[in-house]
């Protein structure tokens, strides 16, 4: 649970601005939103079945939204 707290807080905190950059350098291809392949240069914990479940609209990449939502859920976490 202490993972737990400190994953939400740390998510809430750096929501925002933080991400919003985070979101632009993540983006190496420019296309303004995120492959499984992008995603895993930031947080290298994410599989296939995450990024499918962070990809709520289902049309292969993760934009901004689903990134801060993902986040926010605690479904992206940097550590194991
Ligand atoms: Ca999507």
Do not use: H
């Not at 420019?30 to 499984?36: M, P, T, V």
């Amino acid at each position: 649970m202490k993972k737990l707290a400190f994953t939400l807080a740390f998510g809430l905190a750096s929501t925002g601005m933080a991400l919003a950059q985070g979101m632009t350098d993540m983006d190496a291809d420019g296309s303004g939103s995120l492959s499984l392949e992008e995603l895993q240069v930031a947080y290298p914990n994410a599989t296939e079945d995450t990024f499918v479940t962070i990809d709520t609209n289902a049309d292969g990449a993760v934009d901004e939204a689903e990134l801060t939502a993902a986040v926010e859920a605690g479904t992206l976490t940097t550590d194991g």
